[in-house]
């Protein structure tokens, strides 16, 4: 291996790395990726595969109007004095270019999602009828030739279904006919972070990237002037350096895997992480090392998760998002209280579950527990068991909320009480405490016949029995890292750009901060760092 030298080498393939490298390798580049995992993907082809870019370039196809400073004082609106103003307008004003050249070189296809607002649409800038999330069109495998079995498949999601097919990405979920889906097995056309990555791949092939897996990145080179010049890596069949005359672009993920660097850095508790085993803080201790500038290293992007009985997915757990908003449901604590808006987006959840208790001196929402009544099941199911039928064996159930309450481990008469009011504010349609049911969000969610309307989010428990499902802290990954300039280039502990080092994805400090600015929040970001990287080091001839 290390008689070859390349002109860029990317760690990880996920969306970042591979946009780095579709990009690079279209200026002319000779690129390798370098795959910890024995399959390719990371954590983008267990996703949704949304892309949020705002002021896109599909977004006037369905009548948003949308604009560069727009974009920017909403983002700025949620940063807490925390972003640099410049690199969130130099990350808006490339992302719109990345969309471009995407659809272009990679063939991605995109298309702007209607009435999917952000996250925070009601802040000066945001977006409450869409547009600024995008998805690329279903992808036919077969045209991955004998590439196709070596992308990493979700456990969470179907893998032929389009994210705008779901309750999550349409304001009414559509009905896929059979034959359809027999039609898309058949040519095993695949959507949502599947086809993100399988075009990437198919794109990146054709440019004469290089793929190399089971190889784990653990050092980075550098010459005596302090440009990074390779990296050191780890195989089965030991070590070896790997040259690179341009560069190293590091997009390997966060490090939510890692309990001593989650233990060092984080803000509180990751217990759950729904992303792929490999993201073990790779590319951040290899910055680290060399003396790169970490920031947002306290943030993660958070989500709501509860844990299955062993067989149900190989990960035993299931990402809570559209269950917590629908009508007839709540979440408590210990004391049986509510302590948000069920509703809010999962990343902006993690502030409540980090909430100190200052009397306890423990964290005053965990654990916590979903509680819904026999309505809810009844038209909505429960995690991963259709309505109508009855909940599965693994869900706490009891005739009355007092025997749910001491079953699972609640105060029996807070949850009583919390039930009383909430059924009493229910019934003249508002929540005065956490004002449910009033965001573009909250209404987008929930239930989705009624999308649109404060009903999509509200409802009583009033119907036995009931039933609570605990919930944990997860997140999609963390988004702290090494501090990145405006071509996505690392800097070190004195500000100085490090020559040779890139990061792209959760490896990198979001410049976003720690927001989340709509659906797609991670991989736009991620895709646009990628880019910018790649087509730095293409330019540096």
């Known amino acids: 291996m290390s008689a070859q030298r390349w002109d860029l080498v990317v760690l990880g393939s996920g969306a970042a790395g591979l946009s780095a490298a579709v990009t690079a390798a279209h200026g002319g580049c000779r690129v390798l990726v370098l795959e910890k995992a024995d399959e390719l993907g990371g954590t983008t082809a267990w996703s949704g595969g949304n892309v949020w870019v705002p002021n896109n370039p599909h977004a006037a196809e369905i009548g948003v109007e949308d604009s560069e400073d727009e974009a920017v004082e909403y983002l700025l609106s949620l940063s807490r004095g925390l972003m640099d103003p410049d690199l969130v307008r130099a990350f808006v004003r490339s992302g719109r270019e990345m969309v471009a050249f995407m659809d272009d070189v990679a063939d991605m296809r995109f298309f702007a999602y209607r009435d999917y607002p952000d996250y925070h649409a009601e802040r000066p800038g945001g977006k409450a009828h869409g547009g600024r999330t995008l998805e690329a069109e279903l992808f036919s495998f077969q045209d991955l030739g004998e590439w196709a079995h070596r992308v990493t498949v979700s456990p969470y999601y ?150 299955l009985p062993e067989g149900i997915n190989r990960m035993n757990r299931f990402m809570l998002s559209g269950d917590r908003s629908r009508p007839r449901s709540i979440m408590v604590n210990r004391q049986g209280r509510r302590f948000a808006n069920e509703s809010t987006n999962y990343n902006a959840f993690g502030g409540a579950f980090h909430q100190e208790d200052t009397v306890a001196f423990d964290y005053a929402n965990l654990p916590c527990w979903l509680v819904f009544d026999q309505g809810y099941l009844e038209r909505f199911g429960t995690v991963g068991h259709p309505a109508p039928g009855p909940a599965p064996e693994w869900v706490a159930a009891a005739p009355t909320l007092r025997e749910l309450a001491d079953r699972v481990g609640i105060d029996p008469e807070g949850l009583e009480r919390t039930v009383e009011e909430w059924n009493a504010n229910v019934a003249q349609g508002r929540d005065p405490h956490f004002h449910r049911g009033e965001f573009a969000h909250d209404r987008w969610w929930g239930d989705p016949s009624r999308k649109g309307t404060i009903e999509a989010s509200l409802g009583p428990l009033d119907r036995g029995p009931f039933y609570a499902i605990p919930v944990h802290i997860g997140a999609l990954g963390t988004k702290g890292g090494p501090q990145i300039d405006e071509a996505a280039r690392v800097l070190s502990i004195d500000g100085d750009v490090i020559p040779g080092l890139y990061a792209a994805g959760n490896v990198m400090a979001s410049p976003f901060g720690m927001t989340y600015g709509g659906a797609g929040g991670t991989l736009g970001p991620a895709m646009t760092a990628g880019y910018l990287a790649g087509r730095h080091v293409a330019g540096s001839r």
């Open 158 to 307: 179907r893998r032929h279904q389009m994210m705008l097919e779901t309750p999550t990405g349409s304001a009414v979920p559509r009905v896929v006919p059979e034959e359809e889906w027999a039609r898309r097995a058949e040519r095993d056309e695949r959507g949502m972070g599947q086809a993100l990555v399988g075009r990437l791949l198919r794109a990146a092939l054709d440019l004469g990237v290089e793929f190399r897996t089971g190889t784990r990145g653990e050092e980075l080179v550098r010459d005596p002037s302090g440009r990074v010049t390779g990296v050191v890596v780890s195989t089965a069949d030991g070590r070896d350096t790997v040259e690179a005359d341009r560069g190293v672009v590091l997009a390997t993920g966060g490090f939510e895997w890692d309990e001593r660097l989650r233990r060092a850095f984080l803000r509180g508790p990751l217990t759950h992480p729904v992303t792929v085993p490999t993201n073990e803080g790779d590319g951040l201790r290899m910055a680290m090392r060399i003396g790169a500038m970490l920031g947002n290293m306290r943030e993660a992007w958070w989500t709501t998760v509860t844990e």
